[in-house]
Nanobody
Framework: QVQLVESGGGLVQPGGSLRLSCAAS????????MGWYRQAPGKQRELVAA???????NYEDSVKGRFTISRDYANNTVYLQMNSLQPEDTGVYYC???????????????WGQGTQVTVSS
């Protein structure tokens, strides 16, 4: 199995910055895409940003130019640098990893426990 441990959430004023981290551990043969999703109160979980094994990235439209996703391949860690935060960025942020375990052919989907980000004055 794969465990994902997130850190870095908190309360920040509008215009501020936060950096989220997510470290994956366990018996991993290949780590494919890693990413961040968020869920605002009363809304569905949505993809915020993702980074593939080759380094290509994609972002949700509202965070383009403000958020940057990066990855430490050696340590199976993904980061999300969030700048110019706005109240609409508030929500629980979940780390996601798509990994192949040793002896398996198909990738599995793994989730972190979530970290709260609140943007408020």
């Amino acid at each position: 199995q794969v465990q994902l441990v997130e850190s870095g959430g908190g309360l920040v004023q509008p215009g501020g910055s936060l950096r989220l981290s997510c470290a994956a551990s366990g018996s991993i043969f290949s780590m494919n895409a890693m990413g961040w999703y968020r869920q605002a109160p009363g809304k569905q979980r949505e993809l915020v940003a993702a980074i593939r094994r080759g380094g290509s990235t994609n972002y949700e439209d509202s965070v383009k130019g403000r958020f940057t996703i990066s990855r430490d391949y050696a340590n199976n860690t993904v980061y999300l640098q969030m700048n110019s935060l706005q109240p609409e960025d508030t929500g629980v942020y979940y780390c996601n990893a798509k990994a192949i375990l040793p002896g398996r052919w198909l990738e599995n989907n793994y989730w972190g426990q979530g970290t709260q980000v609140t943007v408020s004055s």
